[in-house]
């Protein structure tokens, strides 16, 4: 398959241009009306930011960039039969984590089939992303994911305005009733379970330890579920749950998982891009570290023992198919073990002790035919 | 709540605390150098960034952590001649100056990561040293002498930075042309000189904190600074512009943010009662700052920029 990826970093690599145009038209004398030049132009996700693409001549700023139309006049020279993906993400396209999920698992989907995908990251403000959501819509491609809980709100004001794209929104549940509009989620909590009894099994101080974000979303059912295998294996394992109350403070999630450690967890595990401050600690500390969303084996081959990586290509598939029947939206998709969706990835770096991966691999059976559940709702 | 009153997770508290104070206390001290002269620097956070960046991908490419906090010092020394140039040459105004330095380091650090680095790659960071005897004092060894090397350099730089401001002719400009610029310059006082000067130590130090950061975690990521720099501009008010001040600021929010991450850790507060104690430190310094405001030191000429010929 020939297909094409751009990405956007719009807001970041929009607000250096913007910044330093900004404060070159102050400082040469232009009073408050130049600064407000700059900010009529929150388009911060628009402006000329072809540099960071990888497969686009990342010298040669794509002119044809309309300020408002994120994809305008791309126009690739045989574009005419690829299926055009747009992916807006609240954090890097290569984080090990939520972002990379995604950017991954489209490409996965254009093993498959020709596509062209578009990607604008690092949106963790909800106005920009609304923005290049909007302006991906107004380009007319045939599918825009809003990949982050916290893009709802736009969402919602934005889909019934183009009543003919199809916008698919996770991790979600609710469609809000707009026709146009697919929600994706994931039952995080079947890795989270693995994982956990595993790390009970690995853990000899019998005290396991959990760096979270906020507590809503994948990242809950993620710990939830590794509390409750944990415990399933070990009821007398103390599993300790500390949520930063954020997404991206990675100096706080070192503290966290350091916090940990003084408390006498000999096993680590968290969720979402700031954990990486997190593994820090545990490859310091040489204590073993179970991921999610992506492979982190990357993050520490000597510690990182079996991740969860998500397949959304899995649901992608389905609305995609749905597209291609003509129904737009509607449906609500969930990742599991029993689908495919989530897939169980252990490091053969780390040397998991065969009959501790024996278990783990008979409970993602278990869990995948129904055998068990996690008990999280 | 037992748990938490046991010697050792106090002490590894008090520890937390002090490496949690140690970015915050090394750009608040920059921040006050540079308003002492009368010269407001809203781009601490977007130095950080580039500081940031700069120490990770120096030691990342070299292996040397040493080299890493070099390049924070020059990336920060480059970015205080670039906001010199912007506020003291151009007399562009500082708030809206600040902010574009901010969003230019938030927007090309991210850049940078993506072009040269990608995925997020761990490297080996700064290393706690042990002061000799020092660390070995039961408790005390622990929660002051054993943390990397900026830490010390850090609690180190407060009585420097005290002594430059009050006790040196370059202190005595410093805050002549930070309260009556005219009347300095009438002196023979160089007042964009000395506000060039005082604006790249002062970046030089938030370079430095943003080094700091990421050789404490051994990574970079995109935002990584998560508005530590905003923290320590508030922290400068809260220091009412003293160098003991800021370093009170900066113990005390690094301090209740590890006591809440222990909280948490200890299962001392859960659900919606985390997500509150987690706002503690920022309600904490809102609160001192309200306070501190009703006796605000702030130099008279701060955010003025001086023009001899007008």
């Known amino acids: 398959m020939t297909n094409q990826t751009r990405t956007r970093r719009t807001s970041r690599v929009g607000f250096a241009l913007l910044a330093s145009v900004a404060l070159i038209a102050a400082g040469c004398g232009g009073d408050d009306d130049d600064a407000d030049d700059g900010d009529d132009a929150p388009a911060a996700t628009d402006a000329p930011d072809d540099a960071p ?3 686009d001549a990342p010298d040669a700023p794509d002119t044809t960039d309309a300020p408002d139309a994120p994809a ?5 020279a045989e574009p005419a039969e690829a299926f055009r993906i747009a992916i807006v993400a609240p954090s890097a ?7 990379q999920s995604i950017v991954d698992s489209v490409n996965r989907v254009g093993e498959t089939r020709e596509i062209e995908v578009d990607i604008t990251d690092g949106t963790f403000i909800v106005e920009d992303a609304a923005a290049a959501l909007r302006g991906y819509a107004e380009d007319g491609f045939d599918l825009v994911i809003a990949h982050g809980s916290q893009y709802g709100a736009p969402l919602q004001e934005i ?18 009733g707009i026709p146009n509009v697919s929600a994706y989620t994931v039952r995080a909590d079947e890795g989270g379970y693995v994982n956990g009894t595993i790390g009970a099994q690995l853990s000899e101080s019998g005290i396991l330890g959990v760096v979270g974000p906020i507590e809503v979303g994948d990242a809950k059912l993620y710990v939830d579920g590794f509390v409750a295998g944990a415990i399933a294996q070990n009821p007398d394992a103390t599993v300790n749950v500390n949520y930063i109350e954020s997404f991206s403070d990675v100096n706080l999630a070192n503290e966290a998982a350091k916090a940990h450690v003084t408390n006498g967890a000999d096993v680590l595990t968290g969720t979402a891009q700031m954990v990486v401050g997190a593994t820090g600690v545990a490859l310091e500390e040489e204590i073993p570290w179970f991921g999610t969303q992506s492979n982190q084996d990357d993050l520490g081959a000597s510690i990182v023992v079996a991740s969860q990586v998500y397949h959304w290509e899995v649901v992608l598939e389905d609305i995609i198919a749905d597209i291609d029947g003509g129904t737009l ?21 780390f040397g998991l002790d065969a009959g501790i991966q024996a278990s783990a691999e008979q409970t993602i059976a278990d869990l995948a035919s129904g055998e068990i559940s996690t008990g999280v709702e | 709540m037992s748990d938490f009153f046991t010697v050792s997770v106090l002490v590894a508290t008090l520890a937390s605390g002090i490496r949690l104070a140690t970015p915050f206390l090394l750009a608040a001290l920059g921040e006050t150098i540079g308003q002492r002269s009368g ?19 120096a030691a990342l490419e070299t292996g040397s952590a040493t080299f890493g906090i070099l390049m924070a010092l020059a990336a920060g020394a480059v970015m205080g001649l670039v906001y010199a140039l912007i506020t003291v040459v151009l007399h562009a105004e500082q708030g809206i100056s600040g902010i574009g330095i901010f969003l230019f380091g938030l927007g090309f650090t991210d850049l940078l990561f993506q072009k040269q680095v990608g995925t997020p790659i761990p490297i080996r960071g700064l290393q706690p040293i042990e002061i000799p005897l020092l660390s070995d004092i039961p408790h005390i060894g622990e929660i002051f002498f054993q943390h990397s090397l900026l830490t010390y350099v850090a609690f180190l730089l407060v009585p420097a930075v005290w002594f430059m401001i009050n006790r040196t002719t370059f202190g005595l400009n410093i805050r002549a042309v930070g309260e009556t610029p005219e009347a300095a310059d009438t002196l023979g006082v160089s007042v964009n000189r000395t506000r060039t000067a005082t604006i790249v130590i002062g970046n030089t130090f938030a370079g430095l904190a943003g080094g700091a950061l990421a050789l404490e975690v051994g990574i970079f990521q995109q935002n990584l600074t998560a508005g530590q720099g905003f923290i320590a501009v508030a922290l400068v008010y809260f220091g009412a512009w003293r160098a003991f001040g800021v370093m009170a600021g900066a113990l005390l929010f690094g301090i209740v943010s590890a006591t809440v991450l222990q909280w948490k850790t200890l299962g001392i507060v859960s659900g919606a009662a985390s997500s509150l104690t987690a706002m503690a430190p920022a309600l904490l310094t809102i609160v001192v700052l309200v306070v501190v405001s009703r006796r605000s030191d702030a130099p008279a000429a701060l955010t003025r920029p001086f023009d001899r010929a007008a």
């Open chain 1, 53 to 55: 693409d990888t497969t």
């Open chain 1, 72 to 76: 305008a006049t791309d126009a690739p």
């Open chain 1, 93 to 99: 396209s290569n984080d090990l984590a939520f972002t």
């Open chain 1, 159 to 176: 889909a019934p305005d183009f009543p003919d794209v199809a916008f698919a929104w996770g991790t979600a549940a609710d469609t809000f």
């Open chain 1, 329 to 349: 939206g509607g449906g609500v998709h969930i990742l599991t073990l029993e689908n495919g969706g989530l897939v169980m990835e252990f490091n053969d770096a």
């Open chain 2, 39 to 57: 010269v407001l620097n809203l781009g601490v956070e977007g130095v950080m960034l580039i500081g940031a960046f700069a120490a990770y991908y």
